[in-house]
T-cell receptor
Framework: DSGVTQTPKHLITATGQRVTLRCSPRSGDLSVYWYQQSLDQGLQFLIQYYNGEERAKGNILERFSAQQFPDLHSELNLSSLELGDSALYFC?????????????FGPGTRLTVT | GEDVEQSLFLSVREGDSSVINCTYTDSSSTYLYWYKQEPGAGLQLLTYIFSNMDMKQDQRLTVLLNKKDKHLSLRIADTQTGDSAIYFCAESIDDYKLSFGAGTTVTVRA
C-alpha cells in the first residue's frame, strides 16, 4: 500500500458526460501528479500540483482540468467525454516539486466511456 | 513514452534470473526508475538509480546504468511466480514529470 488513495475505483459513463476523479496523497506529501494509462498511448503525464498550485502540464487535453485543495487532496475533472478517454487514471504523490524524487502511485481509477 | 523504449515481453523459468532492458534518450535525466504493475493494481516503485551511479543493488534486484549508451537494465535474481507483472522503466524529464516506457510483461513459468 503506497498510502495514496483514489476514488472511485471504477467509473462507467456515457460520451459527452463529465466526471471527477479524486486523489488523496500520502501524509506529508505536497505534490500530486496525474497520469493517464491507455493501451495506445501508454503512461502519459498529465499535470502536477504542488501545495495548491499548478506546477507543470503535460499531455493534458483542454477538456480536462485539475485542482489541489488546501487539505492537499486533488481532483481531476474530465468533461465532454469521448470513447478515447477510456483509460486508467493514476495519481501519484511526492514530498517535493521535483519529479526526480520518488513518486508513489495510487491504485488508479478505471474510466470506461460508452 | 516515445523517449523510453523497452522490449514488450519476457518469459523466464522460476528460479532463473530475469533481465529487463530499457533505453532512454534524455541525457539530462537525473534519476531513472523501475516500477512494477501487477494485474489490476497501481504502479509500485521498485528501485531507482541516480544518473551518476553505474550500479545499484537492492536484495534480489540489481540495476545497471550505462550512461554513455543510455541503457538501463533491471536484473531480478531467483525469479519467483510473484514477480510476474509488467515492469516499467521511467526517466525524470525536466525535473517535473516521469516519462515511461511501454512496459515489459514478465511471465514466470514453473
Amino acid at each position: 500500500d503506497s498510502g495514496v488513495t483514489q476514488t472511485p475505483k471504477h467509473l462507467i459513463t456515457a460520451t459527452g458526460q463529465r466526471v471527477t476523479l479524486r486523489c488523496s496523497p500520502r501524509s506529508g506529501d505536497l505534490s500530486v501528479y496525474w497520469y493517464q494509462q491507455s493501451l495506445d498511448q501508454g503512461l502519459q503525464f498529465l499535470i502536477q500540483y504542488y501545495n495548491g498550485e499548478e506546477r507543470a502540464k503535460g499531455n493534458i487535453l483542454e477538456r480536462f482540468s485539475a485542482q489541489q485543495f488546501p487539505d492537499l487532496h486533488s481532483e481531476l475533472n474530465l468533461s465532454s467525454l469521448e470513447l478515447g478517454d477510456s483509460a486508467l487514471y493514476f495519481c501519484a504523490s511526492s514530498p517535493t516539486t521535483r519529479a526526480s524524487y520518488e513518486q508513489y502511485f495510487g491504485p488508479g481509477t478505471r474510466l470506461t466511456v460508452t | 513514452g516515445e523517449d523510453v523504449e523497452q522490449s514488450l515481453f519476457l518469459s523466464v523459468r522460476e528460479g532463473d534470473s530475469s533481465v529487463i532492458n530499457c533505453t532512454y534518450t534524455d541525457s539530462s535525466s537525473t534519476y531513472l526508475y523501475w516500477y512494477k504493475q501487477e494485474p489490476g493494481a497501481g504502479l509500485q516503485l521498485l528501485t531507482y538509480i541516480f544518473s551518476n551511479m553505474d550500479m545499484k543493488q537492492d536484495q534480489r534486484l540489481t540495476v545497471l546504468l550505462n550512461k554513455k549508451d543510455k541503457h538501463l537494465s533491471l536484473r531480478i535474481a531467483d525469479t519467483q511466480t510473484g514477480d510476474s507483472a509488467i515492469y516499467f522503466c521511467a526517466e525524470s524529464i525536466d525535473d517535473y514529470k516521469l516519462s515511461f516506457g511501454a512496459g515489459t510483461t514478465v511471465t514466470v513459468r514453473a
